[in-house]
């Protein structure tokens, strides 16, 4: 049974450049219902539902937007809404293949969205447009892919004035939760996930931003992996900021607590039951724990980096079962490397006077699989 679609072009006749406006739906089955109102120029949008009590609404208002929605199976919602007087060509896709997913989008000015989810009860959500009326600024582009059953992901109110931000949340597995959050400036955030019930997140300053020219990854491989980044509010002088999680086993757990720029902070782990900790509440360190790699698959370790004063370096390596680690620099100029190999050993590195005056920090390194 094919049913008919309700479609509006607001204020559409009146000028050449509405009549630049197209709608088109097809639908096939039962109890599905597209919606597409537009009002603009050069609009283009189209809903295609195969399947049963499937529900697509599309509004655009601005100019040179494009949205494509297409649902196959039963119980899918999606709704697209973009807005901008003078907007700058937004392109969505939307792609829904199995039941009750839901993919919900909201964007202003150079976005381009798409929404892909494969199985059943799969929650996706881009962005929201804020009081200011400019987020997703510059040529953003969010990407979220999510393969299997129950998986959520979200970027939520992605920049206030933002330059060229670029999110890719990728989830193949059940139940897994990616959130990039606020984000600002000249930020790349890339979550993937592959597994079950991992959980990966990215928040936000004071600000609403992650500062300077950040970069953040997480990756995690396996079942029920956890990692948090969470940036603060204050100023540093080095703004290449990195941030990096990559976790490969099971039941890991990987935290960066920033609270002042950075310049980087790395954590690797690969085994079972790892914690991994890197907490710099002042600007411009750097700290890398590595536990495991491919060819020494390490479990139950716990590591520890604390870095409250400036340009600090702290390095972190433990292969083996059921070590801990911890280094503290509360100064600044520091240099501490610590490496366990083994298993049940405790090391601990503590520093609090001035270091290497001059001493700079770089960008750690992870193993090569």
Avoid: C
């Amino acid at each position: 049974m094919k049913k008919t679609s309700l479609i509006f072009a607001a204020l559409f006749a009146t000028s050449f450049a509405m009549a630049q406006n197209t709608a088109s739906t097809s639908q096939t089955g039962n109890s599905n219902e597209a919606t597409t109102t537009q009002a603009g120029s050069g609009l283009q949008a189209s809903s295609t539902q195969s399947g049963n009590l499937n529900e697509a609404n599309v509004s655009q208002i601005g100019r040179l937007h494009n949205s494509e929605v297409n649902q196959t199976g039963a119980s899918n919602t999606s709704t697209v809404n973009q807005t901008a007087t003078l907007g700058a060509g937004s392109v969505v896709k939307v792609d829904q293949i199995g039941d009750e997913n839901t993919a919900f989008y909201e964007g202003w000015n150079n976005s381009k969205a798409t929404q892909f989810q494969q199985g059943n009860g799969n929650f996706a959500t881009a962005g929201l447009i804020g009081d200011n009326r400019d987020d997703f600024g510059g040529g953003s582009v969010i990407t979220q892919r999510q393969v299997g059953d129950d998986n959520s992901a979200t970027a939520l109110r992605v920049g206030t004035n933002a330059d060229a931000i670029k999110i890719t949340q990728i989830q193949e597995g059940n139940g897994n939760i990616a959130e990039a959050n606020r984000i600002q400036a000249r930020n790349t955030v890339n979550q993937t996930q592959t597994g079950d019930g991992n959980k990966a997140y990215v928040f936000e300053n004071n600000d609403g931003r992650l500062v300077g020219r950040s970069t953040v990854t997480q990756t995690q491989t396996g079942d029920n992996n956890y990692a948090s980044l969470s940036s603060s509010t204050g100023t540093g002088s080095i703004l290449s900021t990195e941030y990096s999680q990559i976790q490969i086993g099971d039941d890991n757990q990987s935290r960066i607590l920033s609270f002042n720029p950075t310049l980087v902070a790395t954590t690797y782990q690969e085994g079972d039951n790892n914690t991994a900790l890197i907490d710099q509440s002042a600007a411009d360190n750097s700290a890398t724990i590595i536990q495991g790699d491919a060819l020494n698959l390490s479990n139950d370790n716990t590591a520890s980096i604390f870095q409250s004063g400036e340009l600090n370096i702290a390095n972190l390596s433990q292969f083996g079962n059921s070590n801990t680690g911890m280094i503290t620099q509360s100064s600044d100029s520091n240099l501490a490397n610590l490496t366990q190999t083994g298993n049940s050993n405790t090391a601990t590195i503590t520093q609090s006077g001035m270091g290497i005056p001059g001493l700079t920090p770089v960008g750690g390194s992870i193993p090569n699989n």
